[in-house]
């Protein structure tokens, strides 16, 4: 049976929605799941698990990430892992490459499918942040591939049937020595489940609390921008959607005075569900949207964001 | 210290691609090219850091014979010479043979830091910088937004999904760049006519072999045709309801 090894990432010990997507993934391809965990409560993480056959946890230090990378790779080798998959996380699209590289493999990055075909596997993946839509057959010793956030299903079953202790990890050349967090319960524009996004529309810096009162109103929101507004210093660029930004697919998409340049939409057009609220009928960005409404944002999203603020307090 | 400073030729971002007669390709006919968003900053940061610590930067592109234009506006911005590792058949290299044909190259110029672009704005695959320091064995950050350098030693913060990373690395290393890192200049008159004189040294770079086979290339999945539900605040419930209802999204 091929092992497909999964590098699953976890927040003190509680593995991360992502982590389990991952495996859900995993277990399209293959019985035999190996997930493999490291960092600060890393022991604590297999019991939450569903889908893995085996965790292992790496031992010590994940601060480096050349040195987890070394770890990860000795891990699959012992293993004898026919594929390696993590999530396109900063984390993750930051150590599959290593991990590749150490295996002698290539690496398909940003992965909306997956399947496997006979000894091959045959990953679906966007081009130019989507404007395209590539199915590419990996030859590599080991498929190495980061998979997108949203789009595979969790797995289901229950906690792996072993848990070891994997190899040490190592001393590394590059360390992380700090982690300034964002304000607490921010979620990352790319794994939010409800995105928020303003644009050029919104006239000043300061009207994006307008953007932030409605993400907040809806709980599991990130706030969205469009290239215009983060070249103009209103937000950072992490908040950015598109081609030189971030690409995302939440289950709703929520563009304010956005009017939907080619580069933008790229970056947004798999949202399950859009929704545009922009003043001139004719924006390009009405003919991605699910539902559009016309006029000026300032009355609008206020009403919206009272109307969502009450139906979640009905609970 | 030779610095070098990694460049993709890559189409403008305002392409509407075309699927190509053979499914599996982006046709060429009417495709601009330009230098990757991510590695201007590259080059910018190469640059910079040649004029704080000394040194020559070198603009490295695998690419077609033709991607010396690249190149060349780099040498205007001030770097001091270019090489093309020329493959044909460029469009198509994956990953880990484009990083094994960088390293042999970076071991050869003998240098001590390589600045790449966070991902190149084509195959959006944000591999190669951090593969080619596995492959050479050294340091690598990614996704940096800071760095300083002194000596033999470096910090430098990245942006990671929960918030800014700060790593201290050591030299030689590999740097991939994001874009609140520097704001890239703009290539002056006389630096244009100065680029005409630096060397570009072209370099043959057959594909040993690829392990990733492009099957076929489709255009997204159509979107359904949505709809304007109204206008103004009048609007809100009619979206309201269609979200819950229809979307199922509240």
């Known amino acids: ?315 | 210290m030779n610095i070098v400073a990694c460049l993709k030729r890559v189409p403008t971002t305002d392409l509407v691609p075309k699927v190509g007669a053979d499914g599996k390709s982006i046709d060429a006919a009417g495709v601009q090219y330009m230098t990757s968003f991510y590695d201007e900053i590259a080059v910018e940061e190469a640059l910079r850091t040649k004029e704080k610590l000394g040194g020559e930067v070198i603009a490295l592109t695998l690419g077609p014979s033709d991607a010396s234009k690249e190149v060349r506006e780099c040498l205007a911005k001030g770097a001091d010479r270019g090489i093309v590792l020329v493959d044909p058949a460029w469009s198509d290299r994956d990953a880990y043979s484009t990083a094994l044909a960088l390293k042999q190259q970076v071991e050869t110029l003998g240098a001590k830091l390589v600045f790449c672009g966070r991902v190149a704005t084509d195959r959006d695959q944000a591999s190669v910088g951090p593969m080619l320091a596995t492959l050479l064995g050294w340091a690598c950050v990614s996704d940096v937004i800071a760095l300083e350098i002194s000596g033999d030693a470096g910090t430098a913060k990245r942006e990671a999904d929960g918030g800014i990373e700060t790593y201290a690395f050591s030299l030689p290393a590999v740097i991939t760049c994001q874009k609140a890192l520097n704001e890239p200049r703009y290539a002056g008159l006389k630096g244009i006519m100065a680029a005409k004189k630096k060397p570009v040294e072209e370099v043959p770079c057959p594909n040993p072999g690829n392990q990733v086979e492009t099957l076929s290339l489709a255009p997204p999945p159509a979107r359904k045709a949505g709809r304007i539900v109204g206008e103004g605040v009048a609007a809100v419930p009619a979206l309201i309801e269609a979200l819950r209802s229809e979307a199922k999204v509240i």
């Open chain 1, 1 to 315: 049976m091929s092992t497909v090894l999964v590098f699953v990432e976890h927040l003190d010990g509680n593995p991360k929605r992502g982590g389990l997507e991952a495996l859900g993934a995993a277990r399209s391809i293959s019985e035999n799941v190996v997930a493999v965990l490291a960092g600060a409560g890393a022991e604590l993480a297999p019991a939450r698990l569903q889908g893995a056959a085996k965790a292992v946890v790496l031992v010590g230090d994940a601060s480096s990430p050349d040195a987890c990378a070394v770890a990860l790779a000795a891990v699959a080798k012992s293993e004898g892992a026919r594929a390696f998959l993590a999530l396109a996380t900063s984390t993750g699209r930051d150590l599959a490459p290593r991990v590749a590289a150490l295996l002698g493999s290539s690496l398909l990055s940003d992965c909306t499918g997956l399947e496997r075909n006979g000894d091959s596997f045959v990953v679906v993946r966007p081009w130019l942040a989507g404007k395209v839509i590539a199915r590419q057959r990996s030859s590599s010793p080991v498929l190495c591939a980061t998979l997108r956030r949203n789009v595979f299903g969790p797995a289901s079953g229950g906690p792996p049937g072993s848990v070891v202790a994997g190899p040490a990890i190592g001393t590394g050349k590059a360390k992380r020595t700090a982690l300034e967090a964002k304000g607490s319960g921010k979620l990352d524009v790319a794994e939010a489940s409800v995105v928020i996004s303003g644009g050029r529309g919104l006239r000043e810096s300061r009207h994006f609390k307008l953007i932030e009162d409605l993400a907040s109103a809806f709980g599991n929101a990130a706030v969205g921008a469009s290239r215009a507004v983060v070249d103009a210093g209103w937000r950072p660029h992490g908040e950015q959607v598109g081609q030189t930004g971030k690409t995302v697919s939440p289950q709703l998409y929520v563009a304010i005075g956005i009017s939907g340049a080619i580069q933008h939409l790229a970056g947004m057009k798999t949202a399950k569900v859009i929704v545009a609220i922009n003043k001139d009928r004719e924006a390009p960005i009405f003919k991605v949207a699910d539902y559009g409404v016309v006029g000026d944002a300032f009355e609008i999203v206020p009403a919206l964001t009272a109307e969502i603020q009450r139906i979640r307090s009905q609970g």
